[in-house]
Nanobody, 123 residues
Framework: QVQLVESGGGLVQAGGSLRLSCAASERTFSNYAMGWFRQAPGKEREFVAVINWSSSTYYAVSVKGRFAISRDNAKNTVYLQMNSLKPEDTAVYYC?????????????????WGQGTQVTVSS
């Protein structure tokens, strides 16, 4: 069982930056694809970004060019650097692990989820 713990959320003004972290408990973390999703109030959880075992990445159109996902396998940690934040980025952000390891944005391919961290962007 992989446990994921997110941190780094908070309140920031529009145009500002935040870096989210997700620490994994599992040593085989390096084999998993790691994704970030977000869920705003009243909306479905949506894909944000994913990084695979070789650090290839894929982003949602809404965040491409503003967000950057990275991983440090030695620390079992994945990061989401969020720049030029907008009020519409306000959501609970979730880290997730996909054992099959592909660059997927499909929620059902992620077997493990963190508890989420709140990001609020004020206008």
């Amino acid at each position: 069982q992989v446990q994921l713990v997110e941190s780094g959320g908070g309140l920031v003004q529009a145009g500002g930056s935040l870096r989210l972290s997700c620490a994994a408990s599992e040593r085989t973390f390096s084999n998993y694809a790691m994704g970030w999703f977000r869920q705003a109030p009243g909306k479905e959880r949506e894909f944000v970004a994913v990084i695979n075992w070789s650090s290839s990445t894929y982003y949602a159109v809404s965040v491409k060019g503003r967000f950057a996902i990275s991983r440090d396998n030695a620390k079992n940690t994945v990061y989401l650097q969020m720049n030029s934040l907008k009020p519409e980025d306000t959501a609970v952000y979730y880290c997730a692990a996909a054992p099959l390891g592909g660059l997927t944005q499909e929620r059902n391919e992620y077997s493990y989820w963190g508890q989420g961290t709140q990001v609020t962007v004020s206008s």
